[in-house]
């Protein structure tokens, strides 16, 4: 359906279901072609309803009968659903439909992804398994019969039968249609098992195809973290006799909490030393840890409808990021939440893709699958912890879980909790929810007679649809150092609730030092006059990590802005606090490697357009190089002796201490290929024995202009590995000079072994031309171009993942008239295709605004 016809819906509108179900009954026979899907599900009428109307959505199923209480009906069928008369009491409905899941290259619904079966439900494909009320706060207990001659059949709940032919499962716990999952496939298990504080033994199993068995231990740990720490931190225990996670090539995102039986984006379980970076460990480690923890945040507590869902997603993002924290390193997690706050959200906050983090409307809920959705989410529920304290937290947790088990909320549910719990007053904190854009928080200061004042003032940007917005309560935690670097006033936080306000600190003996927004206690930019010395100070003595590392960062932005727009050479007091930093060998490696990443191209674009000037891509991408060349070479003397000491030999252990190492040594190692002809990473590529190490190495060489050999032996070796040659398709794009970008992507799109149908593959090629900034917008408009082709070839395949790689062409009005209009002219082309999704409709057409 086009955007234009394409219905909004908004929040405003939401009226209770008409009818409950009571339960449900599943029978699937599966067949790549002619899946039928016999259906029984008791329907109650829902006393707080309004009205007794029948309306069961349903998409591309053909209907092939339909009975209520025994008797054949005829409803009427439209594209979205049916509706049929039916009796004024309770009743039971009878269907069956005939589905394809082999032509399912939506990857929604039930599809078939290398001869497995496979569900993605959420937000809205059970409605292309059969006809249902699909909406969250329908909740049921469901039985389900799968018949296959397959061998393992999987779905949610407990196993109750199993014989020639077929399995059958049972769910006790009530839940709505997009938590419904069911696997068949000829497939393996890593089995585990996990004893509850209670005492109640649980199987856990990680299923894939073969040939990756030998992948899944790290995963099986890693949910025996989760389940261990949910219990420990926050109370809950599992509450199945059964824990499956299923992989599965073909997904759209990164995985899936159905109720018992979460299923995975393989990329997101899969690992051993030889083909997963660390970086790979430690997001599957997380994401095992997001999917399990929505077993009570999510499951046992679900949305009522869709506008609620950062009820569940920013409160799960929170505690991965909490539980990673505790696996982890804190600070350096928290360093690295905010570069990707800031990376994608507050983008997304900036543009016009903005949206509050409960959007009020939408046309297709998967565009809302966002990193304000998710990420800001998450951010909000930390500053609410701030704000309350780590006690009324947790009492308010509790009483969440308490109160609302087994329910469909609402964020006012959840603030009412907080309410109960603490007796605070969160009228005015409930904008952070409704209010979208990132508040600028202008920060002066002043010093007389010992009392030093701090002043702080929020200004609320304007987003599409939304104007003079009110002011939030803004969490601003500060400490004072004194002029010799000692801390005297420790971290205090402060609370902005008014458009301006000023907070006095006395006794003091000389003008302080302010450490402002330590830990980044609130999403917001941050805008306060200060200079190199200033920073330098604070990279040298801040107490608060966190600001020490952002100390750097603001050092080495300015020092790139004066470069690249003013032509300056690297600034000194940069390179002399990076080197102090970087050879202290008090300091984690994990935060001496992220002190030494330069910011984002994206970063430095935005740096620019927020100083009113336009940014020019090429500028950025010189000023960058040469900015890492002047560090190699004012480090030149002090990296190969660092690189020694860190580098790691011996068994490969994916543990946060090594694997800090690992990205020390492999940022030295980009620097050190500037000036040793490439030596030392051929020397590291030839040792490696962890995919760490291995493209590290290659990374190196290729961003030092080599590496051509290593990286035909890559593929050779490789070439059996998918997800390595994701990789493999990926670091070549991501690496390619800006003028040669939108060609290799051009070529490696060619390759037999790239397939349009596979996202991760898509996203490799494609997803890695549009971060390579200075590529995508080369100013001959290739990037735009190939990536145009690219999105109108798979978007009638998969408007999903077409839609979602749209948000490419978000900051197009930050740049220069010829790339502005170069790229409208791209985006005009994609609205006005005559069979657009209705994902990639909305998607354009806000982009356009
Ligand atoms: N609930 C999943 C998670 O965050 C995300 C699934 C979303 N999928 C989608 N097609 N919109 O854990
Ligand atoms: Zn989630």
Redesign the pocket.
Same mark, same amino acid.
């Given at each position: 359906m086009k955007d234009a016809e394409s219905p909004t819906i908004y929040l405003a509108d939401y009226t209770p279901p008409n009818w409950l179900v009571e339960e449900v009954h599943l029978t699937f026979r599966l067949a790549p072609r002619s899946t039928r899907v016999l259906s029984r599900v008791r329907f109650a009428p829902n006393p707080a309803a309004m009205s007794r109307a029948f309306f069961l959505e349903g998409e591309e199923l053909t209907l092939i009968s339909a009975r209520i209480d025994g008797a054949e009906v005829k409803p009427e069928v439209t594209p979205e659903g049916l509706t049929c008369a039916v009796p004024d009491g309770p009743f039971l409905w009878e269907a069956e439909v005939e589905i394809a899941p082999e032509a399912n290259t939506a990857l929604e619904g039930l599809y078939l992804s290398n001869g497995m079966y496979t569900t993605q439900c959420e937000a809205q494909g059970f409605r292309k398994i059969t006809y249902y009320p699909d909406r969250p706060d329908v909740m049921s207990v469901f039985t389900v019969r799968i018949e296959s001659d397959l061998p393992v059949l999987l779905s949610n709940g407990n196993r109750v039968a199993q014989g020639d032919g077929f399995a059958e499962w049972h769910d006790p716990w009530p839940k709505p249609a997009y938590l419904f999952a069911l696997v068949a496939g000829d497939l393996l298990a890593l089995p585990g098992s996990f004893t509850t504080r209670s005492g109640k033994a649980v199987e856990l199993n990680v299923w894939v195809r073969k040939g990756d068995e030998d992948k899944c231990d790290f995963a099986m740990e890693a949910l025996k973290k989760s389940m261990k720490w949910d219990e420990d931190v926050y109370g809950r225990e599992y509450d199945l006799d059964i824990f499956n996670i299923v992989a599965v090539d073909d997904f759209n995102m990164g995985a899936m #909490?159905n109720k018992g039986l979460n299923i995975f984006n393989s990329s997101a379980v899969l690992a051993s030393p030889e083909t997963a970076t660390d970086a790979n460990f430690e997001r599957i480690e997380a994401i095992i840890a997001?999917e399990y923890f929505?077993n009570w945040t999510?499951n046992r507590i679900t949305c009522r409808d869709w506008f609620q869902l950062c009820l569940? #997603?920013g409160l799960?993002v929170f505690r991965d990021a909490q539980f990673t924290a505790d696996m982890r390193s804190e600070p350096v997690k928290r360093i690295s939440d905010v570069l990707d706050l800031r990376g994608r959200q507050f983008r997304e906050d900036g543009g016009p893709l903005a949206h509050p983090v409960r959007p009020e409307s939408f046309k297709e809920i998967n565009n809302f699958y966002t990193a304000t959705v998710y990420e800001k989410g998450a951010e909000v529920i930390g500053m609410l912890k701030r704000l309350v304290g780590d006690d009324g937290y947790g009492k308010a947790v509790q009483l969440y879980f308490d109160r609302h088990d087994g329910q469909a909320c609402t964020i006012e549910d959840w603030l009412k909790v907080f309410e109960d719990a603490t007796g605070r007053d969160l009228t005015q904190f409930k904008r952070w929810y409704s209010q979208a854009g990132t508040p600028v928080v202008t920060m002066t200061d002043s010093y007389a007679d010992g009392t030093y004042t701090v002043t702080l003032k929020q200004t609320l940007p304007d987003t599409p649809g939304q104007t003079d917005k009110q002011p939030q309560v803004i969490p601003f935690a500060i400490g004072l150092l004194d002029p010799s670097g000692a801390e005297v006033v420790p971290t205090t936080l402060l609370e902005l609730t008014e458009r301006e306000q000023s907070f006095a600190f006395e006794g003091l003996k000389a003008r302080p030092v302010p450490s402002p927004l330590r830990g980044f206690s609130a999403p917001v930019v941050l805008d306060h006059a200060t200079d190199n010395a200033a920073r330098a100070f604070l990279l040298a003595h801040d107490t608060d990590p966190f600001n020490r590392w952002e100390a750097g960062r603001q050092l080495a932005k300015s020092a790139l802005v004066a470069m690249i727009g003013g032509g300056q050479s690297p600034d000194a007091a940069y390179l002399d606090g990076l080197r102090a930093l970087v050879t202290d060998e008090t300091l984690d490696p994990a935060f001496r490697a992220l002190a030494l990443s330069l910011p984002s191209e994206d970063d430095l674009a935005q740096a620019f357009a927020d100083a009113g000037r336009t940014p020019d891509p090429q500028a950025i991408w010189e000023g960058r190089e040469a900015m890492r060349s002047a560090v190699a070479e004012v480090l030149a003397d002090a990296l190969p002796a660092l690189y020694a000491r860190h580098l790691v030999t011996g068994p490969y252990s994916p543990e946060a201490g090594p694997a800090g190492k690992r990205a020390l040594t492999n940022a030295l190692l980009a620097l050190i290929s500037r000036t040793d002809g490439g030596a030392a990473a051929r020397a590291q590529y030839a040792a490696a024995d962890n995919m760490t190490q291995q493209l590290g190495a290659l990374s190196a060489l290729l961003g030092a202009g080599q590496g051509a050999e290593e990286l035909a032996a890559f593929a050779d070796q490789w070439r059996h590995e998918r997800l390595v040659m994701d990789k493999w398709f990926m670091i070549q794009v991501a690496q390619a000079r800006p003028e040669a970008a939108a060609a290799t992507a051009a070529a490696l799109a060619e390759r037999d072994d790239f397939t349009l149908t596979n996202p991760n593959r898509f996203r490799a090629v494609f997803g890695a031309l549009a971060m390579n900034q200075a590529g995508f917008h080369h100013a001959s408009g290739d990037g735009y171009r190939l990536l145009a082709d690219w999105l109108i070839r798979l978007d009638p395949l998969n408007p999903q993942t077409t839609a979602r790689m749209c948000s490419a062409f978000q900051t197009w009005r930050r740049y220069d008239a010829d790339r502005k209009e170069m790229m409208q002219a791209q985006l005009e082309r994609i609205a006005a295709l005559p069979k657009l999704s209705r994902d990639t409709g909305e998607m354009v057409g806000r982009i356009l605004g």
């Open positions: #909490e997001h929505h999510g569940k #997603e799960t």
